[in-house]
Every structure is written in C-alpha cells, then in structure tokens.
C-alpha cells in the first residue's frame, strides 16, 4: 500500500475524476458525466467552500478514491463550533476491500486537525463509522397525516406558490426561526441560502405557503425522487400556513394514504399539526447509523464550548470540576474555582462526550459506560449542565 498517496485534489483533472466517480456511484441512473459537472460546480460555488476540501486517493496519477470534507459552523446551544462535514466517501470497484476506506477515513481526523477543526459530523451507512469512533448523535422523528384526516378541514385561506430567487432572505428568516435554536443546526449566510436556493430552483423549487397580504409564513421541501410524499423539510408560523401546505403536497402526491413530515416534536410546526390533526409519530432508531459524530481537534472544541459551560453553571451551580476526554492531556475546567488541584475530574470516552454534547443520552447513562469516570458528586451537576433533545439537524442541512 505504500505507492498510495492521500492529499486534497491538485488539479482540475483530479477534481474531474472524482465528481465522476462519486456520481457512477451515489447516482448510477443518472448521466455521471453530466452529474457529476453540476456537482462539482455546486461543491466549489458554495459559499466558503476552500480549496482542499476534496480529498483524493491516488497511485501514481490514477484516482482510486476520495471524500469531501466541508468545513462549516454548527450550532451547540449558544455556541457555535467549527464543523468537518464528512461526505460522499467513495472507493473504485476495482480497489474495494484493499483497505483505501480505512486509509481515507484516517486521513479524515488528521485533516480535521489539521484545520483545527473541533467536530467531525457525517451522516453513514450501516455498521461501519463506528469502528473508527463515530457515535451516534441524533435520531430522526416524522409525523404522517393520513389523507383521511386532512380532508376533514376546509381549504386554508393562504396561497401556496415555488420559491424564486428573491425569496432567499425570507427563507433564511423562516430557517433561522424554526431550526437555529437547536443543538446541529449551521450557521448560514444569505449567500450560502442563495446558492442552496439556485440548486434546487431547476428541480423542486421550494414552496411557499403566503397569507392574504402575500406575506410568506411558511415553506416546504419535497424531495426530487421517491417516496415524493416524505418531505425534506417543513415551517409554519400558524396552523393556516401549514394546513396550505399540507393541502398541497397531498395534491402533489394524489396516490398516496399519507403525509409525512419531519419535524422537532417540541417545533411549533409540530404543535400546530398535533393540536387539529390525528399524527402518528416515529422516532427512527438505527444503531451506528445515520448521523454520527466525533471530537476532533480538542483545544478548539473546547475553546468553543467553554462559554457555553459557564453560562449554564452559571444557571445550574453545583459541583466544579475539570473535563478530561479520554487520555488527552488537556483539560477543560467548569465552574468556578475548577482549575484548583483539588477539584474533580471527570472523564468522558471521545463517544460519551459528543453523546452528552447533543443532547442524546443523558449524564446518568454516559456514567456506567466503559472508560467513563464520573464522581457521584458531579452527576447531578453534568446532567444539568448537558440537557436531552435538544438536537435537531434540519433536511436542508444534510450535505
């Protein structure tokens, strides 16, 4: 394996042979050459995009491999913490099972710490991530309407338009509303939302749900493929608004029993549906699966969450203590006076402690974990201090 070579794409051609190998792959029925074009210049138009992202496997000239590491601020309660997006992880057929997977997935966390990195998130396949340390970190929760139970309701008085180009600010708005207070939401700019618009304007344009004065209170996502009648996305300021959109994709979908939205189960959107209409809600549960996530480089981590930890101690007081992940020499102190010699330490396997960063398993739970040691002093503190579901990572986020 040492005439293998890992390093960012160099050259056109190499970016070339990449988008098309990662189009044969993840879009077989469509045109790769063609797929893979659009991808790339959506990859290199967005908005903060830096060279190197893509990250290439090669012997000699030849690429065999690669991923996309993008690089973007994701939201920690009020903090936020520089993000590797990890995606689009791909080997050539004739190269499966020589080990580049693993080589690139190495490659990954070095390249996270090379771009001081605090966090690497992903969204993965089945019984693989988790060998090299990632966890899971969220699980998604629909909500389906029967069609039945919508045609009980007369039409709603709000009109239901596509998105055009100018809606990216009330887009934003509507997005900064309903998803930014979550734990796994992304900062974005009005130019990240103009290019995410321009995408999808080609082929599923979002859609608008506006109230009698034009006014937008609401949008939705359908995706581009099938099952049509599970959306991307959905927010509603009011039941008028999400009834009009509700209204709609039913008659987009007229051969389909059932709605499905995605949605927090704590979201307005949510409480407006659950209040007039019979839901059914699931929360899909897939060990190692989905979306996982891992520390990475930890002095930015930390020097991110640090003001997030003190202004909830603040809120919870209790016990300070310093924070040791794993064998790391560096610590993080909480609480005041928690950089005494004397104080507690608590320390957190690298899985444990995104766990309780998310808001996916409680402090009471991480405690019995292997390679956790949590004195009975602080557990009350910790399980104040890390909050349950409070994460959400919206459809529109998903890289």
């Not at 020097?303 to 603040?314: I, V």
């Amino acid at each position: 394996m040492t005439d293998i070579t890992i390093r960012s794409a160099a050259t056109s051609d190499e970016l070339d042979a990449f988008f098309l190998l990662a189009a044969q792959t993840f879009a077989p029925d469509s045109y790769p050459p063609v797929a893979a074009s659009r991808w790339r210049q959506r990859v290199e138009g967005t908005p903060g995009y830096v060279p190197g992202q893509v990250r290439c496997a090669l012997v000699g000239t030849t690429l065999i491999g690669g991923y996309i590491l993008y690089e973007r601020m994701m939201r920690l309660g009020s903090v936020v913490v520089p993000t590797g997006c990890f995606a689009s992880l791909v080997v050539h057929p004739d190269w499966r099972g020589h080990g580049i997977a693993t080589a690139l997935m190495h490659d990954v966390t070095m390249r996270a710490h090379e771009r001081h990195l605090g966090l690497i998130l992903l969204d993965g396949i089945a019984g693989f991530y988790s060998r090299f340390g990632y966890v899971d970190v969220f699980d998604t929760t629909r909500h389906t309407v029967s069609r039945a139970s919508l045609a009980a309701w007369s039409r709603s008085p709000y009109q239901v338009r596509p998105a055009t180009l100018d809606d990216a600010p009330v887009l934003l708005e509507l997005y900064e509303r309903h998803y930014a207070g979550y734990s796994g939401s992304f900062v974005r700019s009005l130019a990240w939302q103009r290019h995410d618009l321009a995408w999808r304007l080609a082929d599923h344009p979002p859609l608008l749900a506006c109230d009698e004065t034009g006014q937008v209170r609401g949008y939705l996502l359908l995706p581009l493929y099938a099952p049509r009648h599970h959306a991307v996305e959905a927010a509603a300021d009011d039941w008028n608004a999400a009834l009009a959109l509700l209204q709609y994709h039913a008659s987009a979908v007229a051969d389909a029993t059932d709605i499905d939205w995605s949605l927090p189960p704590d979201s307005p959107t949510f409480y407006a549906l659950a209040d007039r209409l019979n839901l059914t809600s699931r929360t899909y549960r897939h060990p190692d699966e989905g979306w996982m996530a891992l520390p990475a480089h930890l002095p930015t981590l930390f020097a991110a969450l640090a003001p997030l930890f003190e202004e909830r101690w603040r809120v919870v007081g209790g016990e300070a203590f310093r924070l040791q992940i794993g064998d790391a020499a560096l610590m993080l102190a909480v609480g005041q006076g928690s950089g005494a010699p004397e104080r507690l330490t608590v320390v957190l396997t690298p899985q444990g402690f995104v766990q309780l960063l998310f808001g996916f398993r409680p402090a009471h739970w991480i405690a019995h974990q292997p390679g956790v040691s949590i004195p009975a002093a602080i557990l009350p503190t910790l399980d104040a201090l890390f909050p349950t579901g409070h994460a959400w990572i919206a459809g529109s986020d998903a890289f």
